[in-house]
Protein backbone atom coordinates (compact mmCIF):
# COMPACT_ATOMS: atom_id res chain seq x y z
CA UNK A 1 0.00 0.00 0.00
CA UNK A 2 1.25 3.37 -0.96
CA UNK A 3 -0.82 5.25 1.34
CA UNK A 4 -0.26 8.87 1.84
CA UNK A 5 1.68 9.25 -1.95
CA UNK A 6 -0.76 7.14 -3.84
CA UNK A 7 -2.62 10.44 -5.15
CA UNK A 8 0.51 12.01 -6.03
CA UNK A 9 2.20 8.74 -8.07
CA UNK A 10 -1.23 8.70 -9.97
CA UNK A 11 -0.94 12.31 -10.29
CA UNK A 12 2.90 12.40 -11.46
CA UNK A 13 2.43 9.25 -13.38
CA UNK A 14 -1.13 11.11 -15.03
CA UNK A 15 1.69 13.92 -16.06
CA UNK A 16 4.49 11.80 -17.30
CA UNK A 17 1.36 10.27 -19.88
CA UNK A 18 0.37 13.87 -21.25
CA UNK A 19 4.37 15.16 -21.75
CA UNK A 20 4.85 11.84 -23.33
CA UNK A 21 1.48 11.49 -25.34
CA UNK A 22 2.04 15.09 -26.79
CA UNK A 23 5.80 14.38 -27.68
CA UNK A 24 4.84 10.99 -29.47
CA UNK A 25 1.42 12.44 -31.50
CA UNK A 26 3.53 15.02 -32.98
CA UNK A 27 6.38 12.47 -33.88
CA UNK A 28 4.16 10.51 -35.12
CA UNK A 29 2.92 13.06 -37.39
CA UNK A 30 6.30 14.62 -38.62
CA UNK A 31 7.06 11.04 -39.37
CA UNK A 32 3.66 10.48 -41.22
CA UNK A 33 5.06 13.76 -43.08
CA UNK A 34 8.19 12.96 -44.24
CA UNK A 35 8.51 9.26 -44.21
CA UNK A 36 4.64 8.29 -44.81
CA UNK A 37 5.69 6.81 -48.70
CA UNK A 38 8.68 5.05 -47.48
CA UNK A 39 6.74 3.36 -44.62
CA UNK A 40 3.86 2.81 -47.24
CA UNK A 41 6.26 1.18 -49.25
CA UNK A 42 8.07 -0.90 -46.65
CA UNK A 43 4.93 -2.22 -45.01
CA UNK A 44 3.51 -3.46 -48.59
CA UNK A 45 7.20 -5.05 -49.27
CA UNK A 46 6.99 -6.54 -46.18
CA UNK A 47 3.74 -8.65 -45.63
CA UNK A 48 2.33 -8.11 -49.26
CA UNK A 49 -0.94 -6.16 -48.10
CA UNK A 50 -1.59 -3.25 -49.74
CA UNK A 51 -1.30 -0.86 -46.96
CA UNK A 52 -2.41 2.84 -47.51
CA UNK A 53 -0.85 5.91 -45.46
CA UNK A 54 -2.95 8.97 -45.50
CA UNK A 55 -1.30 12.07 -46.28
CA UNK A 56 -1.26 14.20 -43.02
CA UNK A 57 0.03 17.62 -44.66
CA UNK A 58 -3.35 19.36 -44.29
CA UNK A 59 -3.39 18.58 -40.73
CA UNK A 60 -0.73 21.78 -40.11
CA UNK A 61 -4.28 24.25 -40.93
CA UNK A 62 -5.88 21.99 -38.32
CA UNK A 63 -4.31 21.91 -35.26
CA UNK A 64 -7.72 21.75 -33.51
CA UNK A 65 -7.36 17.87 -34.26
CA UNK A 66 -4.30 17.17 -31.86
CA UNK A 67 -6.19 18.66 -28.89
CA UNK A 68 -9.12 16.33 -29.65
CA UNK A 69 -6.92 13.30 -29.69
CA UNK A 70 -5.36 13.43 -26.96
CA UNK A 71 -8.30 15.72 -24.71
CA UNK A 72 -10.36 11.91 -25.45
CA UNK A 73 -7.22 9.81 -24.77
CA UNK A 74 -6.61 11.33 -21.68
CA UNK A 75 -10.49 11.35 -20.61
CA UNK A 76 -10.17 7.84 -21.10
CA UNK A 77 -7.44 6.95 -19.12
CA UNK A 78 -8.67 9.26 -15.83
CA UNK A 79 -12.63 8.32 -16.38
CA UNK A 80 -11.71 4.31 -16.75
CA UNK A 81 -9.64 5.05 -13.47
CA UNK A 82 -6.18 3.41 -14.89
CA UNK A 83 -4.18 4.94 -12.77
CA UNK A 84 -5.64 3.75 -9.37
CA UNK A 85 -4.59 0.35 -11.07
CA UNK A 86 -2.68 -1.37 -7.71
CA UNK A 87 0.58 -0.92 -7.96
CA UNK A 88 1.29 -4.49 -7.32
CA UNK A 89 -1.11 -6.09 -9.68
CA UNK A 90 -0.51 -8.79 -12.15
CA UNK A 91 1.00 -7.91 -14.93
CA UNK A 92 -1.62 -9.30 -17.30
CA UNK A 93 -4.39 -7.23 -15.25
CA UNK A 94 -1.96 -3.90 -15.99
CA UNK A 95 -1.65 -4.89 -19.83
CA UNK A 96 -5.36 -5.38 -20.05
CA UNK A 97 -6.88 -2.15 -18.17
CA UNK A 98 -4.00 -0.02 -20.30
CA UNK A 99 -5.45 -1.24 -23.87
CA UNK A 100 -9.38 -0.99 -22.72
CA UNK A 101 -8.48 2.42 -21.96
CA UNK A 102 -6.72 3.61 -24.75
CA UNK A 103 -8.98 1.46 -27.34
CA UNK A 104 -11.94 3.48 -25.55
CA UNK A 105 -10.25 6.65 -26.03
CA UNK A 106 -10.10 5.56 -30.27
CA UNK A 107 -13.66 5.22 -29.56
CA UNK A 108 -14.22 8.53 -28.71
CA UNK A 109 -12.31 10.46 -31.24
CA UNK A 110 -14.39 8.25 -34.02
CA UNK A 111 -17.47 9.26 -32.17
CA UNK A 112 -16.25 12.81 -31.86
CA UNK A 113 -15.27 12.98 -35.39
CA UNK A 114 -18.56 11.39 -36.66
CA UNK A 115 -20.77 13.26 -34.35
CA UNK A 116 -19.77 16.55 -36.03
CA UNK A 117 -19.20 14.91 -39.33
CA UNK A 118 -15.67 15.79 -39.56
CA UNK A 119 -14.30 14.25 -42.79
CA UNK A 120 -10.83 15.34 -42.72
CA UNK A 121 -9.69 12.77 -39.38
CA UNK A 122 -6.96 10.92 -40.24
CA UNK A 123 -7.03 7.27 -39.51
CA UNK A 124 -3.14 6.52 -40.25
CA UNK A 125 -2.28 9.60 -37.34
CA UNK A 126 -4.78 8.23 -34.91
CA UNK A 127 -3.72 4.37 -35.38
CA UNK A 128 -0.64 4.52 -35.27
CA UNK A 129 -0.30 6.88 -32.71
CA UNK A 130 -2.49 4.67 -30.03
CA UNK A 131 -0.27 1.80 -31.22
CA UNK A 132 3.20 3.78 -30.10
CA UNK A 133 1.18 5.32 -27.27
CA UNK A 134 0.09 1.77 -25.87
CA UNK A 135 4.27 0.28 -26.52
CA UNK A 136 4.97 3.34 -24.96
CA UNK A 137 2.68 3.00 -22.07
CA UNK A 138 3.48 -0.59 -21.19
CA UNK A 139 7.13 0.18 -21.38
CA UNK A 140 6.87 3.08 -18.58
CA UNK A 141 4.34 1.22 -16.49
CA UNK A 142 7.49 -1.49 -16.47
CA UNK A 143 9.80 0.80 -15.55
CA UNK A 144 7.94 2.64 -12.76
CA UNK A 145 6.29 -0.10 -11.04
CA UNK A 146 9.55 -1.81 -10.70
CA UNK A 147 11.49 1.44 -9.59
CA UNK A 148 8.61 1.93 -7.16
CA UNK A 149 8.41 -1.44 -5.84
CA UNK A 150 12.14 -1.77 -5.05
CA UNK A 151 12.44 1.96 -3.74
CA UNK A 152 9.49 1.14 -1.02
CA UNK A 153 11.11 -1.74 -0.13
CA UNK A 154 14.26 -0.24 0.37
CA UNK A 155 12.88 3.55 2.23
CA UNK A 156 9.19 1.97 3.86
CA UNK A 157 7.52 4.59 5.50
CA UNK A 158 7.92 3.82 9.36
CA UNK A 159 4.85 4.22 11.53
CA UNK A 160 4.17 4.42 15.05
CA UNK A 161 0.77 2.60 15.96
CA UNK A 162 -1.48 3.38 18.51
CA UNK A 163 -3.82 0.87 19.65
CA UNK A 164 -5.42 -1.16 22.87
CA UNK A 165 -3.15 -4.71 23.60
CA UNK A 166 -6.08 -6.36 22.90
CA UNK A 167 -6.02 -5.60 19.11
CA UNK A 168 -2.12 -5.58 19.02
CA UNK A 169 -1.59 -8.90 17.89
CA UNK A 170 -4.37 -9.19 15.02
CA UNK A 171 -3.02 -5.72 13.90
CA UNK A 172 0.38 -6.55 13.73
CA UNK A 173 -0.56 -9.42 11.82
CA UNK A 174 -2.26 -7.96 9.28
CA UNK A 175 0.76 -5.94 8.16
CA UNK A 176 2.95 -9.10 8.70
CA UNK A 177 0.42 -10.73 5.83
CA UNK A 178 1.42 -7.87 3.07
CA UNK A 179 4.33 -9.13 2.05
CA UNK A 180 4.84 -6.45 -0.42
CA UNK A 181 3.99 -3.20 1.96
CA UNK A 182 5.30 0.04 1.99
CA UNK A 183 5.01 0.93 5.60
CA UNK A 184 6.68 -0.91 8.66
CA UNK A 185 5.53 -0.72 11.79
CA UNK A 186 8.28 0.26 14.22
CA UNK A 187 6.98 0.84 17.24
CA UNK A 188 4.05 1.04 19.46
CA UNK A 189 1.81 2.66 21.81
CA UNK A 190 -0.88 1.15 24.29
CA UNK A 191 -4.02 2.65 24.92
CA UNK A 192 -6.70 1.63 27.93
CA UNK A 193 -5.68 -0.54 30.49
CA UNK A 194 -2.06 -2.49 30.00
CA UNK A 195 -0.97 -5.06 32.96
CA UNK A 196 1.77 -4.07 34.41
CA UNK A 197 4.01 -7.00 33.15
CA UNK A 198 3.47 -6.37 29.68
CA UNK A 199 4.12 -2.52 29.61
CA UNK A 200 8.03 -3.11 27.93
CA UNK A 201 7.32 -6.28 26.43
CA UNK A 202 7.92 -6.28 22.23
CA UNK A 203 5.17 -8.27 20.03
CA UNK A 204 6.65 -9.62 17.00
CA UNK A 205 10.28 -7.82 17.15
CA UNK A 206 7.86 -4.51 17.28
CA UNK A 207 8.63 -2.55 20.62
CA UNK A 208 6.37 -1.34 23.03
CA UNK A 209 7.13 2.50 23.50
CA UNK A 210 5.08 3.36 26.37
CA UNK A 211 1.53 4.18 26.76
CA UNK A 212 -1.04 6.95 25.14
CA UNK A 213 0.45 9.85 27.76
CA UNK A 214 4.27 9.15 26.32
CA UNK A 215 2.83 9.83 22.78
CA UNK A 216 3.72 13.64 22.88
CA UNK A 217 7.46 12.77 23.90
CA UNK A 218 7.69 9.81 21.61
CA UNK A 219 5.88 11.91 18.46
CA UNK A 220 8.67 14.78 18.99
CA UNK A 221 11.59 12.55 18.28
CA UNK A 222 11.01 13.25 14.89
CA UNK A 223 11.16 9.22 13.46
CA UNK A 224 7.84 8.31 12.65
CA UNK A 225 6.23 9.31 9.16
CA UNK A 226 2.93 8.56 9.95
CA UNK A 227 0.88 6.91 13.26
CA UNK A 228 -1.77 4.15 12.85
CA UNK A 229 -4.51 4.81 14.77
CA UNK A 230 -6.99 2.32 16.11
CA UNK A 231 -10.31 3.61 17.70
CA UNK A 232 -10.53 3.29 21.45
CA UNK A 233 -11.86 6.37 23.36
CA UNK A 234 -12.75 9.02 21.57
CA UNK A 235 -11.26 11.62 23.76
CA UNK A 236 -8.06 9.94 23.14
CA UNK A 237 -8.26 9.96 19.44
CA UNK A 238 -8.37 13.83 19.67
CA UNK A 239 -5.64 14.32 21.64
CA UNK A 240 -3.65 12.43 19.71
CA UNK A 241 -5.14 13.97 16.51
CA UNK A 242 -3.74 17.29 17.83
CA UNK A 243 -0.30 16.04 18.81
CA UNK A 244 0.17 14.92 15.61
CA UNK A 245 -1.16 17.78 13.60
CA UNK A 246 1.32 19.54 15.92
CA UNK A 247 4.26 17.69 14.38
CA UNK A 248 3.16 17.55 11.14
CA UNK A 249 2.21 13.67 11.15
CA UNK A 250 0.02 12.53 9.55
CA UNK A 251 -2.82 9.95 11.01
CA UNK A 252 -4.22 7.38 9.67
CA UNK A 253 -7.25 6.08 11.55
CA UNK A 254 -8.57 2.30 11.33
CA UNK A 255 -12.31 3.07 12.45
CA UNK A 256 -14.51 0.54 14.23
CA UNK A 257 -17.77 1.29 11.49
CA UNK A 258 -19.38 -1.75 10.52
CA UNK A 259 -17.74 -2.81 7.30
CA UNK A 260 -20.32 -3.21 4.44
CA UNK A 261 -20.02 -5.78 1.73
CA UNK A 262 -20.75 -3.77 -1.27
CA UNK A 263 -20.43 -0.43 -0.49
CA UNK A 264 -17.13 2.06 -0.59
CA UNK A 265 -16.30 3.86 2.06
CA UNK A 266 -14.79 7.55 1.23
CA UNK A 267 -14.21 10.36 3.59
CA UNK A 268 -16.35 13.55 3.06
CA UNK A 269 -17.07 16.66 5.05
CA UNK A 270 -20.26 17.95 6.12
CA UNK A 271 -21.15 21.41 8.06
CA UNK A 272 -17.36 21.48 8.63
CA UNK A 273 -17.08 18.02 10.43
CA UNK A 274 -15.46 14.84 8.66
CA UNK A 275 -17.85 11.78 7.56
CA UNK A 276 -17.75 8.81 6.27
CA UNK A 277 -19.75 7.97 2.83
CA UNK A 278 -20.82 4.03 2.02
CA UNK A 279 -21.93 4.42 -1.27
CA UNK A 280 -22.48 0.90 -3.63
CA UNK A 281 -22.74 2.90 -7.22
CA UNK A 282 -19.87 4.62 -8.99
CA UNK A 283 -22.31 6.16 -11.43
CA UNK A 284 -22.78 9.65 -10.13
CA UNK A 285 -19.01 10.51 -10.38
CA UNK A 286 -17.08 11.92 -13.48
CA UNK A 287 -18.27 8.89 -15.62
CA UNK A 288 -21.92 9.37 -14.91
CA UNK A 289 -21.68 12.68 -17.08
CA UNK A 290 -19.99 10.80 -19.73
CA UNK A 291 -22.58 8.03 -19.69
CA UNK A 292 -25.79 10.89 -19.86
CA UNK A 293 -23.56 12.29 -22.96
CA UNK A 294 -23.42 8.69 -24.86
CA UNK A 295 -26.99 8.58 -23.51
CA UNK A 296 -27.92 11.90 -25.22
CA UNK A 297 -25.40 11.37 -28.73
CA UNK A 298 -26.45 8.03 -29.90
CA UNK A 299 -30.13 8.35 -28.57
CA UNK A 300 -30.50 11.08 -30.86
CA UNK A 301 -28.41 9.42 -33.56
CA UNK A 302 -31.10 6.48 -33.36
CA UNK A 303 -33.83 8.95 -33.09
CA UNK A 304 -33.05 10.17 -36.25
CA UNK A 305 -31.61 6.90 -38.12
CA UNK A 306 -34.71 4.87 -37.41
CA UNK A 307 -37.23 7.90 -37.97
CA UNK A 308 -38.48 6.01 -41.62
CA UNK A 309 -38.98 2.50 -39.25
CA UNK A 310 -41.44 4.52 -36.70
CA UNK A 311 -42.97 6.21 -39.57
CA UNK A 312 -43.74 2.15 -41.30
CA UNK A 313 -44.77 0.50 -38.17
CA UNK A 314 -47.05 3.26 -37.06
CA UNK A 315 -48.89 2.94 -40.38
CA UNK A 316 -48.49 -1.13 -40.41
CA UNK A 317 -50.36 -0.85 -36.35
CA UNK A 318 -52.65 1.85 -37.38
CA UNK A 319 -53.93 -0.58 -40.38
CA UNK A 320 -53.81 -3.46 -39.15
CA UNK A 321 -55.13 -2.95 -34.92
CA UNK A 322 -57.43 0.06 -35.79
CA UNK A 323 -56.26 1.31 -32.40
CA UNK A 324 -53.35 3.88 -30.86
CA UNK A 325 -49.85 3.47 -32.18
CA UNK A 326 -48.21 4.25 -29.27
CA UNK A 327 -48.40 2.59 -25.54
CA UNK A 328 -47.53 4.60 -21.95
CA UNK A 329 -47.30 2.66 -19.06
CA UNK A 330 -46.04 3.50 -15.64
CA UNK A 331 -42.75 2.59 -14.76
CA UNK A 332 -40.38 2.15 -11.63
CA UNK A 333 -37.12 4.76 -12.69
CA UNK A 334 -34.52 5.55 -10.81
CA UNK A 335 -34.55 5.87 -6.74
CA UNK A 336 -38.56 4.77 -7.33
CA UNK A 337 -39.54 7.24 -9.24
CA UNK A 338 -41.84 6.79 -11.63
CA UNK A 339 -42.34 7.59 -15.12
CA UNK A 340 -44.49 7.18 -18.18
CA UNK A 341 -42.50 4.25 -20.73
CA UNK A 342 -43.66 4.36 -23.88
CA UNK A 343 -43.54 1.46 -26.36
CA UNK A 344 -45.27 0.64 -29.76
CA UNK A 345 -48.34 -1.50 -28.94
CA UNK A 346 -48.26 -4.96 -29.32
CA UNK A 347 -51.35 -6.27 -27.51
CA UNK A 348 -55.40 -5.92 -28.23
CA UNK A 349 -57.21 -2.77 -26.33
CA UNK A 350 -57.91 -3.23 -22.61
CA UNK A 351 -55.11 -5.90 -22.17
CA UNK A 352 -53.97 -4.44 -18.50
CA UNK A 353 -57.99 -5.35 -17.74
CA UNK A 354 -57.09 -9.36 -18.76
CA UNK A 355 -53.85 -9.53 -16.92
CA UNK A 356 -55.50 -11.50 -13.45
CA UNK A 357 -57.01 -13.90 -15.96
CA UNK A 358 -54.35 -14.84 -17.63
CA UNK A 359 -51.76 -15.08 -14.24
CA UNK A 360 -51.79 -19.10 -14.95
CA UNK A 361 -50.08 -18.72 -17.68
CA UNK A 362 -47.64 -17.10 -15.91
CA UNK A 363 -43.88 -18.96 -16.95
CA UNK A 364 -41.56 -16.59 -14.57
CA UNK A 365 -41.26 -17.33 -11.00
CA UNK A 366 -41.53 -14.08 -8.44
CA UNK A 367 -43.73 -10.96 -8.83
CA UNK A 368 -43.67 -10.18 -12.91
CA UNK A 369 -45.42 -11.79 -15.85
CA UNK A 370 -43.94 -13.49 -18.87
CA UNK A 371 -45.77 -15.76 -21.12
CA UNK A 372 -45.04 -16.70 -24.43
CA UNK A 373 -48.03 -17.85 -25.68
CA UNK A 374 -50.07 -15.02 -24.73
CA UNK A 375 -53.22 -14.19 -25.94
CA UNK A 376 -53.01 -10.74 -25.90
CA UNK A 377 -50.23 -10.48 -28.28
CA UNK A 378 -51.07 -9.40 -31.76
CA UNK A 379 -49.99 -10.58 -34.33
CA UNK A 380 -48.24 -7.43 -35.85
CA UNK A 381 -47.26 -7.65 -31.86
CA UNK A 382 -45.52 -10.91 -32.31
CA UNK A 383 -43.49 -9.88 -34.79
CA UNK A 384 -42.56 -6.44 -32.98
CA UNK A 385 -41.71 -8.10 -29.92
CA UNK A 386 -39.60 -10.74 -31.75
CA UNK A 387 -36.62 -7.76 -33.26
CA UNK A 388 -37.41 -5.86 -30.14
CA UNK A 389 -38.79 -3.56 -32.39
CA UNK A 390 -41.32 -2.63 -30.05
CA UNK A 391 -39.00 -1.07 -28.08
CA UNK A 392 -37.75 2.11 -30.21
CA UNK A 393 -39.92 4.57 -28.97
CA UNK A 394 -37.77 4.51 -25.66
CA UNK A 395 -34.93 6.18 -27.12
CA UNK A 396 -37.04 9.17 -25.77
CA UNK A 397 -37.27 8.35 -22.62
CA UNK A 398 -33.27 7.77 -23.06
CA UNK A 399 -33.16 11.39 -24.37
CA UNK A 400 -35.42 12.56 -21.64
CA UNK A 401 -33.10 11.18 -18.86
CA UNK A 402 -35.12 8.57 -17.74
CA UNK A 403 -33.49 5.85 -18.79
CA UNK A 404 -30.50 4.75 -20.26
CA UNK A 405 -29.02 3.00 -22.73
CA UNK A 406 -27.55 0.25 -20.28
CA UNK A 407 -28.96 -0.80 -17.17
CA UNK A 408 -31.96 -3.07 -15.44
CA UNK A 409 -35.15 -3.33 -17.40
CA UNK A 410 -37.89 -1.14 -15.96
CA UNK A 411 -40.93 -2.84 -14.83
CA UNK A 412 -44.53 -1.51 -14.14
CA UNK A 413 -45.34 -0.24 -11.18
CA UNK A 414 -47.46 -2.46 -9.83
CA UNK A 415 -44.97 -4.84 -10.45
CA UNK A 416 -42.78 -3.37 -7.97
CA UNK A 417 -44.60 -3.47 -5.47
CA UNK A 418 -44.71 -6.87 -4.75
CA UNK A 419 -41.61 -7.38 -4.97
CA UNK A 420 -40.80 -10.03 -1.99
CA UNK A 421 -36.72 -10.00 -1.70
CA UNK A 422 -35.77 -6.64 -0.11
CA UNK A 423 -32.98 -6.42 -1.84
CA UNK A 424 -34.62 -6.49 -5.32
CA UNK A 425 -35.34 -2.93 -4.80
CA UNK A 426 -31.59 -2.03 -5.38
CA UNK A 427 -32.04 -2.28 -9.20
CA UNK A 428 -33.16 1.18 -9.13
CA UNK A 429 -30.19 2.38 -7.51
CA UNK A 430 -29.58 3.10 -10.87
CA UNK A 431 -31.03 4.43 -14.11
CA UNK A 432 -33.21 1.93 -15.64
CA UNK A 433 -32.02 0.64 -19.65
CA UNK A 434 -33.13 0.26 -22.42
CA UNK A 435 -31.02 -3.01 -22.31
CA UNK A 436 -28.53 -4.84 -20.02
CA UNK A 437 -27.15 -8.17 -18.70
CA UNK A 438 -30.35 -10.10 -18.72
CA UNK A 439 -30.86 -9.14 -22.25
CA UNK A 440 -27.88 -10.35 -23.42
CA UNK A 441 -27.74 -13.30 -21.32
CA UNK A 442 -31.11 -15.18 -22.53
CA UNK A 443 -33.68 -12.52 -22.00
CA UNK A 444 -36.95 -14.67 -21.78
CA UNK A 445 -35.26 -17.60 -21.32
CA UNK A 446 -35.01 -16.94 -18.06
CA UNK A 447 -37.84 -17.83 -15.44
CA UNK A 448 -36.87 -17.18 -12.24
CA UNK A 449 -36.93 -13.46 -10.98
CA UNK A 450 -34.30 -14.65 -8.98
CA UNK A 451 -31.96 -15.21 -11.44
CA UNK A 452 -32.86 -11.60 -13.57
CA UNK A 453 -32.02 -9.78 -10.03
CA UNK A 454 -28.77 -11.51 -9.98
CA UNK A 455 -27.47 -10.32 -13.19
CA UNK A 456 -28.81 -6.84 -12.70
CA UNK A 457 -26.99 -6.17 -9.62
CA UNK A 458 -24.04 -7.65 -11.07
CA UNK A 459 -23.92 -5.24 -13.51
CA UNK A 460 -24.44 -2.69 -10.91
CA UNK A 461 -21.48 -3.59 -9.12
CA UNK A 462 -18.98 -4.05 -11.58
CA UNK A 463 -20.28 -1.19 -13.60
CA UNK A 464 -18.07 0.36 -15.97
CA UNK A 465 -18.07 2.19 -19.61
CA UNK A 466 -16.67 -0.61 -21.26
CA UNK A 467 -19.36 -3.04 -19.81
CA UNK A 468 -21.94 -0.71 -21.46
CA UNK A 469 -20.02 -0.90 -24.57
CA UNK A 470 -19.80 -4.72 -24.68
CA UNK A 471 -23.14 -5.13 -23.89
CA UNK A 472 -24.45 -2.84 -26.41
CA UNK A 473 -22.22 -4.91 -28.76
CA UNK A 474 -23.64 -7.99 -27.76
CA UNK A 475 -27.36 -6.49 -28.10
CA UNK A 476 -27.18 -5.98 -31.77
CA UNK A 477 -26.64 -9.75 -32.81
CA UNK A 478 -29.43 -10.62 -29.88
CA UNK A 479 -31.67 -8.71 -31.42
CA UNK A 480 -31.22 -9.16 -35.12
CA UNK A 481 -31.66 -13.33 -34.41
CA UNK A 482 -34.52 -12.49 -32.16
CA UNK A 483 -33.08 -15.11 -29.19
CA UNK A 484 -35.15 -15.06 -26.21
CA UNK A 485 -37.40 -12.38 -26.89
CA UNK A 486 -41.42 -13.09 -25.99
Known amino acids: MLGRKKKYLENLSFGIDIFAG ?19 AF ?5 GYPFYIQNVSHLADEKWIFLVILFNLFASLRLNRYYQVNLFADWPEVLFQSFKSIAIGVGMITVFFY ?29 LRRYLIGYYERKPLEALLVCPWGELSDKLADFEQRQQSSVLIKGVVLTGEVEEERENEAKNDVPILGEIADIGSILSRGRFDLVFLVASDPQRERSILIMAEEQGIEVWYFSNFISPLLARPEVDEFAGKPIIVYRTVSHYEGKFLVKRGVDIVISSLLLFATSPIFLIVSLII ?10 A ?48 VTPVGKFLRRYSLDELPQLWNV ?26 HRRYSVLPGLTGLWQVSGRSQIEDFAEWVRLDLEYIDSWSLW ?8 TIPVVLRGEGAK
Open 22 to 40: TILLFGVYLFLLHFGELWE
Open 43 to 47: LIAVT
Open 115 to 143: FFSYHGANRSLLFGFAGVFYFYHIVKELG
Open 318 to 327: KIKTHGSVYY
Open 329 to 376: QERTGLRGQVFRMYKFRTMLPGAEEQLEQLRGQNEMKGPVFKSGEDPR
Open 399 to 424: LKGQMSLVGPRPLPVYETRNFEAFKD
Open 467 to 474: LDFLILLR
